[in-house]
Nanobody
Framework: QVQLVESGGGLVQAGGSLRLSCAAS????????MAWFRQAPGKEREFVGG????????NYADSLKGRFTISRDNAKNTVYLQMNSLKPEDTAVYYC????????????????WGQGTQVTVSS
C-alpha cells in the first residue's frame, strides 16, 4: 500500500514557475515508477511526465517537453515536478500516481493516486 500526498500548488502568473512535491508513505517507494497527471475542468486526466523507480528514466508529454521536469529523491520518498514558463492552459489539478512499471501514460495503469493539488496560472 502506498499513500501519496501532493503539495506546492497555488496561483502563479504566466511565465512563472512552481515546484510540486509528492510525498509517499511506505518503505518500497523506489519499487514504483511515479508520474504526474493533470486534469482541467471538463477535460480528461492527461499524462504530464513519469520517472522510473531509481530515477534513471523519464518521459514527458510531447507538448510539455522542455518546460516541465520530473525528479525524485528516494531517500525522502518524494517525487517532484518543476514547472517553468507556465501558461494559463497549464491550469489544472495536478496528481501524482504510482505504478509498478515505468512508461505507462494511461491513468488506469496506475495503482495509487494522491488527492491532487490545484495549480492556477493567471494571464
Amino acid at each position: 500500500q502506498v499513500q501519496l500526498v501532493e503539495s506546492g500548488g497555488g496561483l502563479v502568473q504566466a511565465g512563472g514557475s512552481l515546484r510540486l512535491s509528492c510525498a509517499a508513505s511506505g518503505r518500497t517507494f523506489s519499487s514504483y515508477a511515479m508520474a504526474w497527471f493533470r486534469q482541467a475542468p471538463g477535460k480528461e486526466r492527461e499524462f504530464v511526465g513519469g520517472i522510473s523507480g531509481l530515477g534513471h528514466l523519464t518521459n514527458y508529454a510531447d507538448s510539455l517537453k522542455g518546460r516541465f521536469t520530473i525528479s525524485r529523491d528516494n531517500a525522502k520518498n518524494t517525487v517532484y515536478l518543476q514547472m517553468n514558463s507556465l501558461k494559463p492552459e497549464d491550469t489544472a489539478v495536478y496528481y501524482c500516481a504510482a505504478a509498478l512499471f515505468f512508461g505507462q501514460q494511461t491513468p488506469s495503469n496506475y495503482n495509487y493516486w494522491g488527492q491532487g493539488t490545484q495549480v492556477t496560472v493567471s494571464s
